[in-house]
């Protein structure tokens, strides 16, 4: 196939399952593989990204390139990143004549904890450079790691002030989850500390190569990183008070407190804080807003300061 072949191939199942024959190549269900192949998606994501000229992009996920060429016609620079190293080699090709491109073979996780930070800091690097200040993040994403990407993507320091993502449905209803739901959990709280979610489309399986076993949704984060950032005064205390909560989530809260072992607050005093947030002893901590979950960390985090052993 000659390079002007390859770069405008249209990404539909048959040219795609051709090429991977050609290539040895298998879509890997354990790096979350379906590829976009409908073309009226595919379209549609610059404009819901509303992408400008000026705009820089980060996709995680290049698989094919098939969303990333959009991605590079309608912006300035296009970060994309991809684990398989097949896949790598296949849109390295496929994605030659866009010299506004940047491809990274790696993981965009370092761990389940942290964005990979040779990505970050060449991105940060990339923007310093060339005197950017924000980025755009579009992608439809293994929906494998997707809750731990979107949590460090919006805990992490990178300038993103919006993301278009592609996301299996149920991770939407996470994220837009309200107090006391099955759903409502740790996505639910960051997403809503951070950012301002709208669900724009949702799709069936039909729209993949292969087709997944989930319908899938589009969604809009407006994302506002400095939100809350005044008003948190320990974020690990925080985090760690959340996850205490919805890890234990049959727990009533005052037992999840109590198991972070505060050893300067008492049963007692962790009680009266409790009550004088006007809550029930026995209530259970999914049940808390963002913002009850924040005065209460506060709270702790004051009472903990001024406790003397
Ligand atoms: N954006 C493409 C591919 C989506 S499939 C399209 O729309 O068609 C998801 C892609 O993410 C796959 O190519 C997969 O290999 C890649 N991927 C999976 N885990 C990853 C990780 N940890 N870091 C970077 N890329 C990853």
């Not at 190293?85 to 004549?97: A, G």
């Not at 029930?280 to 901590?285: K, M, T």
Request: with cysteine.
């Amino acid at each position: 196939m000659s390079q002007e072949e390859i770069s405008f191939i249209p990404h539909t199942p048959s040219v795609l399952k051709q090429l991977f024959t050609q290539r040895g190549i298998t879509p890997n269900k354990r790096f979350g593989q379906n590829f976009l192949t409908d073309q009226n998606t595919l379209v549609c994501i610059p404009d819901i990204a509303d992408l400008r000229k000026d705009d820089v992009v980060l996709e995680i996920g290049t698989g094919t390139g098939g969303l990333t060429r959009l991605l590079a016609a309608r912006s300035s620079h296009v970060f994309t990143i991809e684990v398989d190293k097949k896949l790598f080699e296949l849109s390295s090709d496929i994605l030659k004549l866009y010299n506004n491109v940047t491809l990274v073979h790696a993981d965009i996780l370092k761990t389940k904890h942290e964005l990979n930070p040779h990505i970050t800091s060449l991105i940060l690097n990339w923007l310093r450079e060339y005197d950017q200040t924000r980025i755009k993040v579009v992608a439809n994403l293994p929906y494998h790691i997707s809750t731990p990407l979107i949590i460090n993507l919006l805990e992490d320091t990178l300038p993103i002030d919006l993301m278009v993502l592609m996301l299996q449905k149920e991770i939407t209803d996470r994220m837009l989850a309200i107090p006391g739901t099955r759903e409502y959990g740790i996505l639910s709280v960051i997403t809503r500390l951070y950012s301002e979610v709208e669900v724009v489309k949702t799709l069936p399986p039909e729209v993949f190569w292969p087709r997944p076993e989930v319908h899938s949704a589009i969604v809009r984060i407006v994302v506002r990183k400095e939100k809350y950032a005044g008003s948190i005064t320990d974020y690990q205390l925080f985090k760690n008070i959340v996850h205490a909560i919805f890890t234990s989530r049959r727990k009533t809260l005052m037992n999840s407190l109590e198991r972070l072992n505060f050893p300067k607050i008492s049963r007692e005093r962790l009680k009266g804080v409790i009550k004088d947030m006007q809550l029930d002893e026995r209530v259970r901590g999914e049940v808390l807003s963002v913002d009850q979950l924040l005065s209460l960390s506060e709270t702790i985090g004051r009472v903990d300061h001024q406790s003397v052993n």
